[in-house]
């Protein structure tokens, strides 16, 4: 099974995410997806968090997930605010959406790091809502890179359920062209890129 | 070609409730119940559920618009969560002694006070008493597939049944659902044929005082006081766990998926640690026996499907060789335990089980209840017994005052 | 399940005497006086404020008013609420004709 877990602030769409990503694994033949947002009030704005999970297997825990083995930071400030790290697990990716290259932002520990620059992606092909850039579907498509887990048709496929054809558009071309500028660093860079499945 | 969508726990109620065709929806909106309440007004406006949507000030008012509803002749829906639960709970008592077949969904909410939104069972074990069936749902799969069989059963033994599943942690929840196809549901759900219809062409009085004492009506047929009145209750019942056995069965028959009737039973075979629970804390519970197996700990779970009327006999056949029994409960009958514990041990009393039961206090107001903890109390427990302690233990998890 | 029962919610058919003959519980009888009654001195539809406020039922709407006192259980409310006052409570057994 493999956990993700989405950081972000209310009204960035990690509730959104997880769910196309539930979509995408499902299409990619996993029987077992689970997403969910973080239970409780949704407030605009603060630190927020949603999960997805991937099994093989038909999914019998709904508990919230302690240790990550995907987690997907919408907004990099919330590297210093919230202990992200602390939920992942130790050889863990995490995906941040930042104009830095990885070992540029300063996350210290086994992980794998991977770094997009959604924001920037979401302003080129005009996806903002009130000025502010969507940055959820660009980091599908991080993800679909860093991890391998789904095909990024898969991601499009996903997230065509969840939204109409017209806005479809615009942000299968953000998913894109995040595949293809997300830089990842393994944690070992002698490992390669094919410790993950 | 199976329609599978990846939806929440209120989607697939929702889902669950246009497949039965109610007459009547009458809901107020409540969290976490509030998105079924929501999604059910939409189809009714957008005409996809033929029903009439009736917008009450209150949860004591919206099921007393099914109660009406429903005596008049239609089949009729309602949802709510905590103490929207508790303020019907007048009327509970009214819909089950009027032997309305009402389907109802508990979205499970801790009850105020102190307010919580979140989850445990404290709301629907509270109205245990009230004459109404009540089904714990582990998965989202199973609460569309429990709506479909709930109609039948409520519609055959006359009794309202509650539907119970947990807040957020399945209603909110999104995970992939099989939906059943509308001929098959139509086909497993004949239409409703209520017992009495009250009419303008044919005048009757409806719950009028009943005396201590039977009485001849004034056409001179003796009738059946409150007492018989509440007997018939009982034994309605009673009989219905055939009846929600039978429905089980043909329901898999129909749709290829098996619930379990009464209970469900994960690699119980040769348990000697069984763990039991209600909703999706079992589903949960089966993470940990997994857990347990592969250290060497035999242990296998019970899930309680069906709490009222309780499955008597078929606990006794599940957990008969068990030699230690952990029972995790998000409600408790305070003064005392966990409701379901001090069932089980009433059910096993004069049994040849002798099994020590430890009850655990889990999940109140939301709080996470994970695998691995789990699986520390049924080590517990096991080590316990292990150690020749035999007594029942009552315990609550993550709990850190006292 | 067996023979289904029918009877299973406390159900019965409006009928007058539902509680029994309710008219041996009366202590005072309403008597009528037909000189001061409304719509028996007028002879049309008028007034029964008798029958609007009577709890039974039993009063008729009808010139003459007329009650029935197999069911009237003396409670007097016809006999306070009669404008004319046409209505008396009298001691069952005396006779005030």
């Known amino acids: 099974m493999q956990e993700v877990l989405w950081h972000g602030r209310g009204g960035q769409g990690v509730v959104l995410a997880a769910q196309i990503l539930g979509e995408a694994a499902y299409i990619q033949g996993f029987k077992g997806i689970t997403s969910a947002p973080t239970f409780g009030p949704e407030r605009r704005g603060a630190p927020v968090a949603a999960s997805t999970r991937i099994s093989d297997e038909p999914i019998r825990t709904f508990s919230q997930i302690e240790a990550a083995d995907v987690a997907v930071v919408l907004d990099a ?55 502010f850039p969507i940055v959820n579907t660009p980091l599908l498509g991080a993800f679909a890179k860093a991890t391998g887990l789904v095909s990024i048709t898969n991601i499009e496929r996903g997230l065509k359920k969840k939204m109409p054809a017209d806005r479809a558009i615009a942000n299968c071309a953000a998913i894109r062209t995040a595949f293809e500028n997300t830089i990842v660093k393994r944690h070992d860079s002698k490992t390669g890129t094919s410790d993950k499945k | 070609m199976s329609d599978v969508r990846i939806i929440t726990g209120n989607e697939a109620a929702s889902l669950g409730v246009k497949l039965c065709e109610p007459k009547v929806v009458a809901a107020y909106p409540i969290t976490p119940q509030s998105a079924l309440a929501e999604t059910l007004s939409r189809y009714v406006e957008g005409g996809e559920l033929k029903a009439e949507y009736v917008r009450v000030e209150g949860e004591h008012s919206a099921l007393t618009v099914c109660i009406s509803a429903s005596t008049v002749g239609a089949r009729v829906f309602t949802a709510t969560s905590s103490n929207g639960l508790l303020y019907m709970h007048e009327q509970l008592h009214w819909a089950a002694g009027s032997r309305l077949p009402i389907v109802m969904c508990c979205v499970n909410r801790g009850v105020g006070a102190p307010w919580s939104i979140f989850n445990d069972q404290q709301d629907s074990i509270s109205q245990r008493d009230t004459g109404w069936i009540q089904m714990y749902c582990r998965d989202n799969q199973e609460i569309i597939d429990s709506m479909i069989q709930a109609y039948r059963i409520a519609e055959e033994v006359y009794v309202p049944v509650m539907i119970c599943y947990d807040g957020f942690v399945l209603s909110h929840t999104m995970m992939p659902v099989t939906i059943p196809d509308i001929e098959s549901v139509r086909k497993f759900l004949p239409p409703y044929k209520p017992h009495t219809i009250l009419s303008p062409e044919d005048p009757r009085t409806i719950n009028s005082v009943l005396l201590p004492v039977r009485r001849a009506n004034p056409e001179g047929v003796l009738c059946d006081g409150y007492m018989e009145m509440r007997y018939k209750l009982q034994a309605a019942l009673d009989q219905s766990r055939d009846v929600i056995r039978k429905a089980n069965e043909l329901f898999a028959h129909t749709f290829g998926r098996n619930h379990g009737g009464m209970l469900w039973e994960y690699m119980t075979d040769d348990a000697d640690l069984i763990l039991t629970g209600m909703g999706s804390i079992a589903a949960e519970a089966t993470v940990a026996a997994d857990i347990l197996r592969a250290e060497g700990v035999k242990a296998g779970v019970v899930g309680i499907r069906v709490f009222r009327p309780f499955p008597k006999d078929d606990v006794i056949t599940a957990f008969g060789h068990a030699k230690a029994i952990v029972v995790f409960e998000k409600g408790i009958s305070y003064g005392y335990e966990g409701a379901l514990c001090s069932d089980l041990k009433a059910a096993f009393f004069g049994t040849d089980s002798k099994a020590p039961i430890h009850n655990y206090i889990a999940g109140l107001g939301g709080r996470d209840v994970k695998p691995r903890e789990l699986v520390e109390a049924g080590k517990t427990t096991l080590a316990a017994v292990e150690a020749g302690r035999m007594n029942h233990e009552i315990k609550w998890l993550n709990c850190y005052t006292g | 399940m067996g023979k289904k029962d029918t009877n299973i919610s406390a159900l019965c058919t409006p009928a007058p005497g539902e509680a029994g003959r309710t008219g041996d519980w009366r202590d005072m009888r309403p008597v009528i006086d037909e000189t001061k009654c409304i719509p028996t001195t007028k002879g049309k539809a008028a007034c029964f404020l008798c029958w609007l406020y009577c709890p039974e039922g039993v009063v008729k709407m009808s010139i003459p008013v007329e009650i029935d006192l197999e069911y009237c259980k003396g409670c007097g409310i016809c006999a306070e609420e009669c404008p004319p006052n046409a209505i008396q409570m009298v001691r069952e057994g005396e006779i005030n004709e």
């Open chain 1, 77 to 131: 400030t919330l590297l210093t605010m919230i202990d992200i790290l602390g939920r992942l697990k130790e050889r863990g990716m995490i995906i941040v959406n930042t104009p830095l290259a990885p070992d540029q932002i300063g996350i210290e520990g086994c992980f794998d790091v991977a770094s997009v620059d959604a924001s920037g992606i979401a302003r080129e092909q005009r996806l903002t809502v009130g000025g």
